[in-house]
């Protein structure tokens, strides 16, 4: 929004004054409200139009202090415009403070949002993964596009995120970027880490997110039954690379695995349990919590099979995992050949374990937590749908018991 803006150029008496030269005052009105400052320059009050704001003569003195005034003027004017391209507060002592020099650097969102992620950068392998540092280039790259299309501004002071900047955020990336409403929901809650920081270093007083409470919608997660779980595993493949690919899916089916941490899995972390048998004690890289995870009869013998693989001898690897990216390609060959009609990714195979093999058998949520390395049991719990094969035994015992 445009200020009206007043520059005034006087001399004021000090006080005891008896003769001689006073000093020059600059007066700021912004929209009716004044602020003063000395210029440190005096001039003699008989030769100073008090109307102009200026000297009056044509002695050396009287110009050079004109020109002086003059480029003071310049300045103000010069920052003001600054001020309002920057989309700052434009107010009289704002423009002294900026003017003497009195003013601490305006932090803008993404300066602190660039700061945040090239710190990011030098810590992925130790606090962060790329997928991570990726998703917050993203929103960066989104914050900068809506600034300049919603606010015709390359940056924004970080005092001016508030709740209608959310809300404007999350409409431009549902309408113009076409995000679902989970996608934008994440970009919001990577936003807030940027805001949360600036609240932290005081940079921004009120929290914008306090009363924006968005919701994210519920996602449907594919997973296998054990009919098809079971034709996957007899299933004969010709070719090596989608056999060992079956493996390794049915091996984390069994494990609750996700692939970057069966991708690591080394030999030494497989350890006798409390039970005297075999178990998976490793750290999960997402979240570097403890995974403790028995091994079912199934894993066993896929271990076996690859005990002797050269690459797992040469990484000291349990199994021979490829690329994530090869693995989806070929699983969606597999599921052709085993007639299965779903998406089938790598990741489905943790969600199956979670679902199929542990819940719906009657292994405690906690225990499933444990094994899976969440930190959080309301992780889990999106994993807890109940098959229909379960509903039924259930009821089935229902029944029986009512019918005595």
Known sequence: MRTSLSLLFFVRKPKNYKSGEMPIY???????????LSLSRKFNLERWDAVRGRATGSKANAKILNAFLDNVQLKIHELQHRMFEADEDI????????????????????????????????LIGQEFEKSTLQ?????????????????NVSDIPVAKVNF??????????????????????????????IVRICLGNGWLTVDPYVNYKPKQKAVHRDVLNIEEIERLMAKDFSIERLRTVRDLFVFCCYTGLAYVDVHKLKRSE????????????TR??????????PLLPVALDIIAIYQKHPQCAVNDTVLPVMSNQKMNAYLKEIADLCEINKPLTFHIARHTFATTITLNNGVPIESVAK????????????????????????MQLLKNKLNG
């Open 26 to 36: 600059l007066r700021i009105t912004v929209d009716g409200q004044r602020s003063e």
């Open 91 to 122: 107010t009289s002592e704002n423009l002294k403070n900026r003017f003497i020099g009195k003013v601490e650097k305006t932090r803008t969102l993404l300066s602190v949002f660039g700061d945040h992620n090239e710190k990011m950068q030098y």
């Open 135 to 151: 998703r917050y280039k993203t929103c960066f790259m989104h914050v900068k596009a809506f600034l300049r299309l919603h606010y």
């Open 164 to 193: 209608e900047f959310l809300n404007e955020f999350e409409y431009y990336l549902r309408s113009v970027r076409k995000c679902g409403n989970n996608s934008a929901i994440k970009y919001i809650k990577n936003l807030g880490k």
């Open 270 to 281: 497989l350890v006798k349990g409390v039970d005297g048998s075999l178990w998976i004690h």
């Open 284 to 293: 999960r890289q997402k979240t570097d919590t403890t995974s403790r995870i």
């Open 371 to 394: 094994m899976m390395g969440h930190t959080s049991i309301k992780t889990t719990q999106i994993y807890a749908k109940v098959l229909d094969h379960k509903i039924s035994e259930d």
